[in-house]
């Protein structure tokens, strides 16, 4: 018998009809068949007949050419069968291959019974073709069927092509995982006996292996469970089984590298075959080539790096001992330049933390290196806190809060984690402070110290317990203790990990009342009904874990001013983690987060969205309770301690709650109760915060305060007011927001007596100072919003204040004294009433003004109501039913055009009143024009203001509202405002004035803007309220369109670098939101600023950061190409060296693109004179730097060819300049000799007559001589500590002629110079030559 040819699989499938050719004992096919010539009846028959020669025949029948040259035609048209023939086809094969599987196994025992050998080999061979052959033909039909079905034909599957595949029962996804499960099981088998060898031929192997990573390169045939984990069965069997791992783990890095989405399977498929086979050779070969790769080919290949940082976080998170093992071959990565594997290692490091070290068993050596190994590994995450990449920081900080979570950080190192949280709050980068900030909740909420982390709480308790451990250590002799005492090696900060938490976990319950705050008071008398916690090692560990635990709340209180400013950052995720971790801070009652979540209120403002939900998420969370009672004791205790801005954010967000129903009628009633004093313990104070709560409440649903008008009034104005002065004030709110209904009844029952008392407590005088002027402001307000005619009681009012002051005639008189300057009148005029009076009539006058703008828009509604029911009624008659009731007069009004005349006539009438309030002083019932005018001339009178500082607060305060008002009042007095705003000594009235002009500057903007410079010249003000006023006005009013950006806006840009931090943030932020505007007016701004700024006293450091900030606001490139070109510009004309450094700081702060540095280099030219200086120069340097990391290569070498003309021409200028220092220098002193020489020959004669005893000879001309020789050493000495380096030695060659000479008459002095004739001949003979040599020279 002849034996079986070989089947080796074919490099592609059609590769088979061509293997006879090449060698005749290898099985090919002979005669193929061509079945897209078939009918589809013949088709089916031929199907059928190979399905039935398959099924009845032997397994290896399949080798017969018959059999496989019909199969191998079938599979290759594969695609065009029907499913009936698809599904016959495949049952075939596979039920065929299932059977064939158990046969392999039962040759062994066969060929054990066989005495002669060439049967077993000859079966042997039959099996081997049959197996390869199924396999074949199993993977050639899943290739087939996958690449007949793409991906887009696949979307496109309706739900009528579902149903049709139902209905033909072909469900390819069921078949094609039943295919490679079978494969699977076919590599689980003994496949020794079947190959010869332990493991299959490379030919084999080569295939299967080709194929399953072929099929993981289609994401949707991934989404099927049962393909995915067969695929992954296979190539573990091959790479762990059969040994066939360095080509397994190229392919398996190769599709890592180029696809994401086989990142997860891949791990699946390593971690199974090590859990299958018990061996981990795949996943250590991987890692190792992962660690070999050189760290800079991850740099360039950026999605790669991403791809295999994930696969090595999913093989940690599945083989966490083993990937422990090997980390040592990834540590070197850290030093790497991709960050994406560097936030991979952090991953890696905190699986492993969490979950390689969990077991407990083992010997203690293993545990100590274990231990070690842990501890190494959290030290390398904390180093990892300060990486150069923000990415990895924030990876490391979520690392970190991950761990926290699992309970897998150690008590000794919990501090150190939190401290360094702490201090990346700080982080430049939004992304990091969001990880600290989620960090540090995390680590509050599973913190091992307690509920409740109070730092009084925590010092109390643990000075009991150290008292306690003194005891125990005063018991004991000194060396049990020291034989008692743990050793480093097991604890960290003198805390055993595993004794500290199980003691701390033990007295949990019992240690629990320590915690809470009611216990301080009390804790120390209470030493002995302390918990005990057992013996000396016990105590000792708690005392650590008190210790560590305050330590932690110290941590965590501290970070509170940070937190503050965070909630202010532009980045909505900072301010929405912050409110998160201040509301954690709260639950376990931090020092300080109380504090903080009232600066959260104004932050509901906010544009963004999401932040207004953060906090009024928070809100709820905090002060909203299911219990009414205790909901509305929170809400009147905030409002009680809230200011004015914390008060108008909580009413937003209570009208809002109220609006949505968060707030429910019984916590309104609840709050009803308290402040009717039907709760016991409460105070004034609290009724006064329920009644403000009721009056945000009301905002939004004015029924509330209806149904207690009678309380209000009662309480309001009662005994009660006089206890808490501003409960009256609150009681007049609450008068304001009732609605028409309530007032009505209001006035029908107690209008008399309201208006009574609302009259006694403006003109009485049973309220203190600092409560009236607030509450009678809004008793004015109250009167205007309910009494029916305000006006006449609103005079009424006047007059009595008035009255009050001057009685009689007095005003007059007290008037005449103003004028002529005499203050005697003001003894017997109480300076207090006067103030009080001139707030009353300067508030009605703008209520009044208020109150006509008010009438005039009701009018204007009444007329819009009438004109849209005459467009109504129209309608209907065009209909054709017509209505005989509707007026006709709309309809002729409209024609002749007497609609419009109408609302001018209201404008005209209008503006006369609003003129008749101030300006109608003419009409001698005026009492309001009378005041305006004898407040003008008081506060004209600036030495009896400054004699009474608070008439002075009081008057101009009125005066500014009479200003406001009227515009010819506003005309007549504005030089008077700006005279007192920038004189007046009190910071209040300046502050005041400073408002009320950004309030004119609203009103009457034709007015003020003459003005505009001296309103910027508040910005230097001494006083820092006047200064955060005026940025504040100034903001709101270039912000809001009302004031133009004019060339004073560098004095708003000097306030950035304040010496107060709350202006400085003002500034940057109106430069933030200036930014936003239109095109970024700053871009325009920039150049003008920068001139500007450079002509001012600024300190180096301040400038730098002005113009950083500045500049950093400018996005687009447009206008960074264009500042370029306008800052080189601004070097041509200057010839200031600091300036110079300025526009060269400025360039070199800009984001250049290509186009810039194109621009800079064609601009040469223009700053070429200013390169000779050295800091201009580092400037430019910086720029060029900057340039070459992201520029193209051809431009880059124009930037280095550019950078070389730079030095050469900054080298160039410098010799220039010492040259003409040097030739400067010399001119001079070649001067001074030759004017010295001239005096010495015409003093010569003279000189010889005047002779001394001794024959010396004084020399009157010597003090010239010495005074010039001076003169020439002073210039020279100047001119060295001017240059250094190589100018002096040119200066030394230069000058030794004169120096040599010179030097015998600089050492006496000009008075007692005393020479010999001839010395003094010689001298000029000398200084003649050198003189002489010098001009050959």
């Not at 560097?342 to 293993?366: C, I, M, P, Q």
């Not at 001296?1014 to 809001?1040: E, G």
Request: negative net charge.
């Amino acid at each position: 018998m002849t034996l079986s040819r070989h089947f080796v699989f074919p490099h592609n499938f059609r590769a088979l009809e061509a293997v006879e050719e090449q060698d005749d004992n290898l099985l090919s096919v002979q005669n193929p068949f061509n079945i897209s010539s078939m009918r589809p009846s013949q088709l089916e028959e031929f199907v059928k007949g190979v399905s039935f020669d398959l099924s009845d025949k032997e397994l290896f029948c399949i080798e017969e050419p018959n059999v496989f040259d019909r199969v191998y035609s079938l599979v290759g048209g594969f695609s065009s069968l029907s499913p009936s023939c698809k599904i016959n086809l495949v049952e075939s094969l596979r039920s065929n291959f299932s059977v064939l599987l158990p046969n392999i196994d039962s040759l062994s025992r066969v060929s054990e019974g066989e005495d002669d050998e060439s049967p077993v080999i000859e079966r042997l061979t039959s099996h081997r073709n049959a197996f390869k052959i199924y396999t074949f033909f199993l993977f050639s039909i899943i290739f087939a069927e996958d690449s007949n079905i793409s991906p887009n034909n696949n979307a496109k599957v309706t739900t009528t092509a579902r149903k049709k595949q139902m209905a033909n029962s072909w469900n390819w996804e069921l078949q094609r995982g039943r295919m490679l499960n079978l494969i699977a099981n076919s590599l689980d088998i003994n496949l020794s006996l079947l190959f010869g060898s332990s493991d299959p031929d490379e030919n084999y192997l080569s295939f299967v292996v080709k194929n399953a990573f072929s099929l993981f390169e289609n994401a949707v045939l991934l989404r099927d469970t049962d393909t995915k984990d067969a695929l992954c069965r296979i190539i573990g069997a091959c790479a762990t089984k059969y040994h066939y791992t360095a080509q397994s783990c190229a392919s398996i890095l190769h599709l890592i590298h180029k696809y994401d989405f086989v990142v997860i399977h891949m791990a699946d498929a390593v971690a199974g075959a090590e859990k299958k086979y018990a061996d981990g050779t795949l996943a250590s070969y991987l890692i190792r080539e992962i660690g070999r790769t050189n760290p800079k080919a991850y740099v360039k290949d950026t999605m790669g790096a991403e791809n295999i940082g994930r696969f090595l976080v999913e093989l940690a998170d599945r083989l966490p001992k083993l990937v422990s093992t090997n980390i040592g071959l990834l540590v070197p990565h850290f030093g790497g330049e991709s960050y994406k594997i560097r936030n991979a290692l952090v991953g890696v490091l905190g699986r492993l933390v969490a979950k390689a070290f969990k077991d407990v068993d083992g010997e203690v050596s293993s545990k100590s290196v274990r231990l070690r190994t842990k501890q190494a590994m959290m030290e390398i995450l904390l180093e990892r806190c300060r990486d150069v990449s923000a990415y990895t920081r924030s990876r490391v900080l979520q690392v970190w809060a991950e761990l926290c979570e699992e309970h897998s950080v150690s008590i000794g190192l919990w501090n150190e984690v939190a401290e360094v949280a702490a201090g990346r709050l700080e982080d430049r980068s939004a992304i990091v402070r969001k990880s600290a900030l989620n960090l540090l909740i995390m680590m509050l909420q599973h913190n091992p110290f307690g509920p409740q982390l109070r730092i009084v709480s925590f010092d109390a308790t643990l000075e009991q317990y150290k008292r306690k451990l003194s005891e125990f250590e005063s018991n004991i002799p000194s060396e049990s203790v020291e034989h008692i005492l743990p050793s480093e090696n097991d604890t960290y900060y003198g805390i055993d990990d595993v004794n500290a938490e199980e003691v701390v976990k033990e007295q949990q319950e019992s240690l629990a009342d320590s915690y809470l705050p009611h216990s301080e008071e009390g804790i120390a008398e209470k030493d002995t009904s302390l918990p005990d916690v057992g013996n000396l090692e016990q105590t000792r560990a708690l005392v650590a874990s008190l210790e560590a635990g305050l330590r932690f709340s110290k941590c965590v209180s501290a970070t509170m001013p940070t937190l503050v400013q965070l909630m202010a950052s532009s980045s909505s995720s900072d301010v929405e983690n912050t409110i998160l971790l201040l509301m954690r801070c709260k639950q376990f009652q931090i020092d300080g987060a109380e504090a903080c979540l009232h600066k959260m209120l104004p932050l509901v403002f906010s544009q963004d969205k999401s932040i207004y939900e953060a906090v009024e998420n928070a809100f709820i969370t905090i002060y909203i309770k299911k219990n009414p009672v205790e909901t509305a004791k929170n809400l009147l205790n905030l409002a009680i301690d809230s200011n004015i801005g914390d008060q108008a954010a909580m009413e937003f967000i209570i009208s809002a709650l109220v609006s949505k129903g968060d707030i429910s009628t019984s916590m309104i009633s609840a709050l009803w109760d308290f402040f009717c004093f039907n709760v016991s313990g409460t105070t004034a104070e609290k009724s006064r915060g329920a009644l403000s709560v009721l009056c945000m409440a009301a905002k939004s649903s004015n029924m509330i305060l209806g149904s207690h008008l009678q309380d209000i009034i009662d309480i309001g104005f009662g005994r009660w007011a006089k206890v808490e002065p501003l409960l009256a004030r609150t009681a007049c709110i609450a008068f304001q927001r009732l609605c028409e209904e309530d007032k009505k009844k209001l006035l029908l029952s107690n209008g008399s007596r309201v208006f009574g008392i609302l009259e006694s407590l403006i003109t009485g005088f049973w309220l203190p100072d600092n409560i009236w002027f607030a509450a009678a402001d809004k008793a004015i307000s109250a009167i205007y919003s309910t009494h029916p005619a305000p006006e006449a009681k609103a005079a009424d009012l006047v007059k009595k204040s008035i009255n009050s002051v001057f009685h009689s005639n007095g005003g007059d008189k007290l008037q005449k004294d103003i004028d002529n300057g005499n203050d005697s009148m003001l003894t017997t005029v109480q300076v207090g009433k006067l103030g009080r009076c001139l707030f009353v009539v300067s508030h009605v006058a703008m209520n009044q003004l208020v109150y006509i703008e008010s009438c005039a828009r009701k009018i204007q509604k009444q007329k819009i109501r009438k004109d849209k029911m005459f467009d109504d009624h129209q309608n209907v008659h065009d209909n054709g039913s017509m209505n005989t009731n509707v007026p006709m007069d709309s309809s002729i009004n409209a024609e002749l055009g007497l609609a419009a005349s109408e609302e001018a006539i209201l404008d005209t009438l209008t503006e006369r009143a609003e003129k008749e309030i101030v300006s109608g002083a003419s009409n001698d019932k005026n009492l309001i024009g009378q005041c305006g005018q004898f407040l003008s001339r008081l506060c004209r009178n600036f030495s009896l203001m400054q004699k009474y500082p608070d008439l002075q607060a009081s008057a101009v305060l009125a005066l500014c509202r009479f200003m406001i008002i009227d515009a010819n009042y506003c005309e007549a007095n504005l030089q008077l405002l700006f005279t007192v705003v920038e004189s007046a000594p009190s910071e209040i009235v300046r502050s005041n004035c400073t408002i009320a002009l950004g309030d004119l500057a609203v009103r009457f903007p034709n007015l003020l803007e003459p003005w505009t410079e001296k309103m910027y010249s508040r910005l230097q003000d001494p006083s820092v309220s006047v200064r955060k006023n005026a940025v504040l006005v100034l903001s709101h009013l270039i912000l809001n369109d009302m004031m133009k950006v004019k060339g004073y806006i560098n004095e708003m840009a000097i306030r950035v670098e304040d010496d107060n931090e709350r202006i400085s943030n003002l500034a940057k932020l109106f430069f933030h939101e200036l930014s936003k505007k239109g095109s970024n007016p700053i871009y325009n701004l920039l150049p003008d600023i920068l001139g500007k700024l450079s002509n001012q006293n600024l300190r180096w450091e301040s400038f730098c950061n002005i113009m950083q900030l500045l500049i950093g606001s400018i996005k687009k490139d447009k206008q960074m190409e264009a500042l370029v070109e306008k800052l080189c510009n601004r070097f041509s004309g200057v010839t200031d060296i600091r300036q110079w450094e300025y526009i060269s700081y400025c360039l070199s702060q800009l984001a250049f693109t290509e186009k810039g540095m194109k621009k800079l280099m064609e601009a040469f030219k223009i700053y070429e004179h200013a390169l000779s200086e050295d800091s201009v120069m580092e400037h430019f340097r910086s720029i060029i730097n900057k340039g070459k990391k992201f520029v193209k290569p051809e431009l880059k070498v124009c930037i280095e060819e550019f950078e070389e003309k730079l030095n050469k021409f900054h080298i160039e200028k410098k010799e220039q300049e010492l040259a003409t220092r040097n030739a400067q220098i010399h001119r001079q002193k070649v001067g001074t000799m030759e004017k010295f020489v001239e005096d010495c020959n015409s003093r010569g004669e003279s000189a010889e007559s005047d002779t001394s005893e001794d024959g010396e000879v004084v020399d009157p001309c010597m003090e010239g001589v010495t005074q010039c020789l001076d003169d020439v050493s002073s210039l020279e000495s100047g001119n060295s500590k001017e240059h250094s380096g190589m100018s002096s030695e040119v200066v030394e060659s230069e000058t030794d002629d004169v120096e040599v000479q010179s030097s015998k008459i600089d050492m006496k002095g000009a008075s007692k110079s005393r020479v010999k004739k001839s010395n003094i001949k010689d001298v000029n003979s000398n200084i003649s030559a050198s003189n002489r040599n010098s001009r050959s020279k």
